[in-house]
């Protein structure tokens, strides 16, 4: 079973200050197809997961270009280059193995003022 | 518009078995391209994987709950039913539902990550 690690746990920032969040993986996240299934979503309390980045570097419609992710293999990284109020909240790493099927979440890591 | 919805009981008792139903539109899980899985939330804890249902039909559950679980295409083609058995106090979460971006039928182009969410349902077992 894969098992996704996410640091740090917490982030405090400064409005307009840059942040990174790691996940890295305890199997190399590398699919048969040659392709990383490895997203990121953000959510804000009371509310659902939405996605930020799919196939660990991809932009989802309608995500600002501060956000960005990096990575291969077992590393991956998810960057906010200026924090915005809304961007506040949980953000998660998650992978997907198409075949056999298993999806695995990171476990969390809170963004939120200093 | 793609919207995904969850429903089912608030409140179930120990060892009940919980039947959840996941109700969208604007996508089909017929014909490629779709899947939904569930997903679910303890209060103050992470988000937690628990099942898919591909277009295909095949069906992936967690390993730690797979003994438990039962994903299906419902009587209706834009239902989803998930089935947890043996519930427990510490099954209270909030479930969702979410669409499965799978792949792109034309081109053969695989995305394999949840798109849209449901707004969740929360579920307490509780004697």
């Known amino acids: 079973e894969i098992v996704l690690t996410q640091s740090p746990l917490s982030s405090p920032v400064t409005l307009g200050q840059a942040t990174s969040i790691s996940c890295k993986s305890s199997?190399?996240?590398?699919?048969?197809?040659?392709?990383?299934?490895l997203s990121w979503l953000h959510q804000r309390p009371g509310q659902p997961p939405r996605i930020l980045i799919y196939?660990?570097?991809n932009r989802f419609a309608g995500v600002p270009d501060r956000f960005s992710g990096s990575g291969s293999g077992t590393d991956f990284t998810l960057k906010i280059s200026r924090v915005e109020p809304e961007d506040l909240g949980i953000y998660y790493c998650?992978?997907?193995?198409?075949?056999?099927?298993?999806?695995?979440f990171g476990q969390g890591t809170r963004v939120d003022l200093k | 518009q793609v919207t995904v919805r969850e429903s089912g009981p608030t409140v179930v008792k120990p060892t009940q078995t919980l039947t959840l139903t996941c109700t969208f539109s604007?996508?089909?899980?017929?014909?490629?391209?779709?899947?939904v899985s569930w997903v679910r939330q303890p209060p103050g804890k992470a988000l937690e994987w628990l099942a898919v249902?591909?277009?295909?039909?095949?069906?992936h559950y967690s390993t730690s709950l797979k003994t438990r679980l039962t994903i299906s295409k419902g009587t209706s083609e834009n239902q989803v039913v998930l089935r947890m058995t043996n519930m427990d106090p510490v099954d209270t979460a909030t479930y969702y539902c979410?669409?499965?971006?799978?792949?792109?039928?034309?081109?053969?182009?695989?995305?394999?990550?949840?798109?849209?969410w449901g707004n969740g349902t929360s579920v307490t077992v509780s004697s």
């Open positions: 979410a669409r499965i971006r799978t792949n792109d039928v034309l081109t053969g182009y695989n995305y394999y990550f949840m798109d849209v």
């Open positions: 604007g996508f089909s899980l017929t014909g490629g391209g779709m899947s």
């Open positions: 249902i591909y277009w295909n039909g095949e069906e």
């Open positions: 199997r190399n996240l590398v699919h048969s197809d040659g392709w990383t299934y």
């Open positions: 196939k660990v570097y």
């Open positions: 998650m992978q997907a193995t198409p075949f056999p099927g298993t999806w695995t």
